[in-house]
Structures are given as C-alpha cells and as structure tokens.
C-alpha cells in the first residue's frame, strides 16, 4: 500500500541535529526506493549542509529582515517566525507539485519560537495535520543529567499540548557519546522509577520542586517512552524512524517503494 505526503517535522532545541538529520534520513529513503522531499521552515539557516527542494528563505530570511526593520537578530527571529504563516501557502502551492511518500520538515534552529508562537500552527493545519508526525530531538548533551532528561521530556509534553500530533522521541548524536552514557538514557526512558531515583541522587535539596508523581503522568501521556538512539554520522536508527513513523501511519502495514 502506498501512502502519500506523510509529513514529518523534525523538532529539538538549538544543536539537537535537526537539519543534519532531516538530510541523512533523506538520503536513507533514497537508498531504500522512496521518495521524499526537504522543506527547510528556518529563516535564520546559514549553512544547512544541504540543498532543500522547498526553502523558507526564498521567501524570508532573517538578515532581511534584521536590515528592513532595523531589528537585532531576536526581534528578527521573532518577525521571521509569524511570517512563516504568511508565506506558507507559498509553500503549501509548491509542494503540491511533487507526489512523494514523504515531506521532511526541517524547523527553525531556535525551537521556541517554532513551539509558542501562534503561526507555526497556522504552518502546521496548512501543510496538513492528518498524516503529520513530530519527530522529537533529545540532544544527549542535554539529556545525560536526569534533570536535562526530565527538562526535554516537558518540552516534548508541550509540543503535543500545543500541536496534539503523533509524537516520536528520537535520542540525537549517539556516537557522541559514551556507551555507559547511552545506556543510562534508554534505561531512563524505559524505567522513570530508575530515572526519579537518580534524579533524587543528583539534585540534593531542590527536589520540593518535583515528585514522582509527575513523571507518572508523563509515562501515561505517552511521553516517557523507549528512546530511539540515532546517529547521522554513522547512519544509526534510519530504519527505526522509518518503522515509527510506519506504525503511527499504517498500523504497522509494509510500504513498498513506488
Ligand atoms: N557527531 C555528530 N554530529 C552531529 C550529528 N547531527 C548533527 N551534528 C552536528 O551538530 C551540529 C548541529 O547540527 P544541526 O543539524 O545544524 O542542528 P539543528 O540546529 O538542530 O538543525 C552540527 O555541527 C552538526 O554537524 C550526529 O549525528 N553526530
Ligand atoms: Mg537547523
């Protein structure tokens, strides 16, 4: 069965690996028979490290609009971030010229600006929400320490607050780090009681600020959940994504290259 233009948002915070992993995770699909197509949605991009076959920045772009509005690079994001909505039926026109299985949505580098401001729904409902999924970047730089872990599994819980999509947890750059280091996060992601214990252990006194009870609330909203580890050095856990997002799209059912 061949489905069309699943839409998958790559989403982390800054330097988590979303726009060389929207590449890499091409360039796997390419190698396995199926189409797909890049949407960069980063205004602010400089070097991406790759060509995308629909670019934000034909349309907005962040030293622009610092120099029209006489903006520092803040304001800017900001005013580049609402005009994402402006200009996506642009894109949306675009994209209705190519017939892929799947669109790649690189967003912008500073996630909080994708995550509240009001336009990136408008981005989203345009594009199309029914098959879209959100690919979530833990960056294990971030995520090593429990209470870094814990802060990435909030943003996350936000994210499906605020776009209410299907939602996978992705471990970013594993071949960063050590295996001791690798394993302690899955381990996490698999046992929050293992994860509050050594919370516990390394935060000392300020632990009136968090109980267990809201890491229960997290694992039964889904957001604790088995940890993908994935590397786009060195190509690990392309077919993971691949097998995720197939469940979410096609209860499991086997896609074949068109
Ligand atoms: N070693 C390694 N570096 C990575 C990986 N993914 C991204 N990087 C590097 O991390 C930095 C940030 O990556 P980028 O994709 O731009 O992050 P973004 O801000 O989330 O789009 C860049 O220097 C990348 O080369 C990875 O899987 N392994
Ligand atoms: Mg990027």
């Known amino acids: 069965m061949e489905i069309q233009n699943v839409l998958i948002y790559f989403i982390g915070t800054a330097g988590s690996g979303k726009s060389t992993l929207t590449y890499k995770y091409q360039q796997w699909l390419t190698r396995q028979g199926f189409d797909s197509i890049t949407i960069n949605l980063d205004p602010g991009a400089e070097k991406l490290g790759y060509e995308p076959d629909i670019d934000i920045r034909e349309w907005v772009k962040l030293n622009e609009i610092m120099e029209e509005y006489q903006l520092g690079p803040n304001g800017a994001q900001i005013v580049c971030a609402d005009m994402l909505a402006l200009k996506i039926n642009e894109v949306k026109k675009l994209l209705g010229g190519f017939k892929s299985n799947y669109v790649l949505v690189d967003t912008p580098g500073q996630m909080e600006l994708f995550t509240f401001r009001k336009a990136s729904t408008v981005v989203i409902d345009t594009l199309g929400s029914d098959n879209a999924v959100l690919a979530f970047l833990y960056d294990p730089l971030i995520a090593s320490v429990p209470n870094g872990f814990v802060s990435l599994t909030m943003l996350a819980a936000t994210l499906q607050f605020r ?15 050590g295996l001791d280091d690798l394993n302690k996060m899955l381990d996490w992601s698999k046992d929050i009681e293992l994860l509050f214990n050594d919370y516990m252990e390394t935060s000392g006194d300020v632990t009136d600020h968090f109980n267990f009870e809201l890491l229960k609330v997290l694992e039964s909203m889904e957001l604790i959940k088995e940890l993908i580890p994935t590397s786009s050095e060195t190509g690990e856990g392309m077919a993971e994504i691949y097998t995720l997002c197939q469940n979410v799209f096609m209860a499991g059912d086997d896609l074949t290259p068109s």
């Open 163 to 177: 776009f209410n999509l299907p939602m996978v947890s992705l471990l970013s750059k594993v071949d960063m780090i």
